[in-house]
């Protein structure tokens, strides 16, 4: 007997977790759903190009795409080509995976000026993400802040200032690593409004800001508390005194001379951006913690630079048919209504590594086999017959394949793969 008929809305990391638990469970088409030609969201265009490790995941989910069950959609998209209404109409499921795409806004004077972006178009920028090529980020100036504390800020600070060699296992586009080469900056700043205990950085990642070869990590000493006090889950304590620990190291680095610094400042938060037109600076006052709330000094101080980039979370894009509140679609463990769920970021909110949304994709499989047993709806039928009544022109996973393997053979070893930029270039590829 066939089972309820699936289609799942983006297809990273969530999407492929809960493809894989349910075709386990049931006897299920699922059909997943892009808006870009390719697959796998935040692993392409949001894990960092020189952390190709992690981007290895998407062997996983390849093996997942590969079954029979499963067929990839890419080139539509849900909200705009077809609504969220639309396939509740033909799918006895129907799961969101969109993630949080939008950047969270600085809301501080001066955050609209040239030279301030969010950490989703720079991150997008510097990993060839076809929205966000065309960025030109400012990387002309001696000094560049990053706000935040947490993984994405440290992504940043570490993509910006490791040498080309040092990216050279990496797939970030030329045009980024030739513009990160060419710029003349000495001082970089990974700012928090919090202090080192709260900082949300992951230790490898903060450990490997001591190993690079020309950055030079400067911590405060006076910014590191003697003890951990606190009430901390016993997990959390032991992640916090590691973090402490590889700070403290790098509080104690002899400053040897490396073209770059990278500055810890904690305990600031922004409050202004200067400029006329263009950044040309950016305040911050000094804060103090009590009782984890944020109290100000009136200690102001200011930073000269040419280019911020607010690396303070995301926040999900509105797709008509979707109640967001407080930067999540409104859902009840992951239920939305009904037939429609969601996983991932969408659901929970930004936080989490990529493992994270394995739950989420094992609940949802657990919930679909409770509610639906059989098919109801002919889901992959109807969808393609919906495509061809708009004339739309979805990518295949087999298309997305060629895109791959051209990428791979257009690189130089060992270089991973030449990333395609461009939409239009990859659907004349596929020949579409
Ligand atoms: P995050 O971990 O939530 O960090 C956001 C940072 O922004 C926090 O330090 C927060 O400070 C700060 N912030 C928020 N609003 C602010 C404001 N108005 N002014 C100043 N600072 C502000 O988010 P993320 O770095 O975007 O990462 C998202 C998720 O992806 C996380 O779960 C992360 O671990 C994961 N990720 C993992 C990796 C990896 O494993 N290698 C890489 C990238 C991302 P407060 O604490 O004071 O709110």
Redesign the pocket.
């Known amino acids: 007997m066939k089972g309820p008929s699936v289609v799942i809305i983006g297809s990273g990391p969530g999407a492929f977790y809960a493809a894989e638990s349910i075709s386990k469970k049931l006897n299920s088409d699922i059909d997943i759903i892009d808006r870009l030609p390719t697959p796998f969201g935040l692993i392409r265009g949001?894990?960092?190009p020189d952390?190709q490790t992690?981007k290895k995941i998407s062997l996983a989910y390849t093996k997942t795409a590969k079954k029979d069950q499963v067929c990839f959609f890419g080139n539509i998209e849900i909200g705009k080509d077809i609504l969220i209404e639309e396939l509740r109409k033909i799918y006895d499921v129907t799961i969101l995976a969109i993630g949080s795409e939008l950047d969270?806004k600085?809301?501080i004077k001066g955050s609209d000026l040239k030279g301030v972006h969010g950490?989703a178009e720079f991150v997008g920028w510097y990993n060839g993400h076809p929205d966000y090529v065309n960025l030109d980020p400012n990387l002309n100036t001696n000094n560049i802040v990053v706000?935040?504390?947490?993984?994405?800020?440290?992504?940043i600070v570490r993509v910006l200032s490791k040498t080309s060699e040092e990216m050279l296992e990496s797939d970030i586009p030329e045009y980024a690593l030739n513009s990160i080469n060419k710029s003349p900056t000495q001082n970089l700043y990974i700012v928090?409004?919090?202090g080192p205990v709260?900082?949300?950085f992951?230790n490898?990642?903060l450990r490997e800001m001591g190993n690079l070869k020309n950055c030079l990590p400067i911590v405060n000493n006076l910014d590191l508390p003697h003890e951990l006090e606190g009430d901390f889950s016993d997990r959390d304590r032991r992640l916090i005194e590691k973090n402490l620990e590889t700070l403290k190291r790098f509080s104690s680095i002899e400053k040897r001379n490396k073209e770059k610094k990278l500055n810890f400042i904690f305990f600031h938060?922004?409050i202004e951006i200067i400029g006329n037109e263009k950044v040309k600076s950016i305040k911050f006052e000094k804060i103090k913690l009590e009782d984890n709330e944020l109290k100000n000094t009136g200690e102001i101080t200011e930073i000269n630079c040419g280019l911020v980039i607010?690396?303070?979370?995301?926040k999900p894009k509105d797709i008509p048919g979707l109640k967001i509140s407080n930067g999540v679609v409104e859902n009840k463990n992951g239920k939305i209504d009904t037939g429609f769920y969601a996983v991932g970021w969408i659901k929970r909110g930004?936080?989490?590594?990529?493992g994270t949304n394995k739950a989420d994709g094992e609940l949802i499989a657990d919930l679909t086999s409770k509610e639906f047993k059989k098919q109801n709806k002919d889901g992959r039928k109807l969808l393609i017959k919906l495509i061809k009544s708009k004339n739309l022109k979805p990518t295949s996973f087999e298309d997305w394949e060629k895109i791959d393997s051209y990428e791979k053979k257009n690189a130089i070893d060992p270089t991973p793969r030449k990333k395609i930029l461009t939409i239009k270039e990859m659907l004349n590829l596929c020949k579409i």
């Open positions: 949001g894990v960092a952390h992690t969270n600085l809301e950490s706000i935040g504390n947490g993984n994405v800020a440290i992504d928090g409004r919090r709260q900082a949300k992951t490898v990642e938060k922004p607010a690396a303070i979370g995301y930004p936080t989490g590594v990529i």
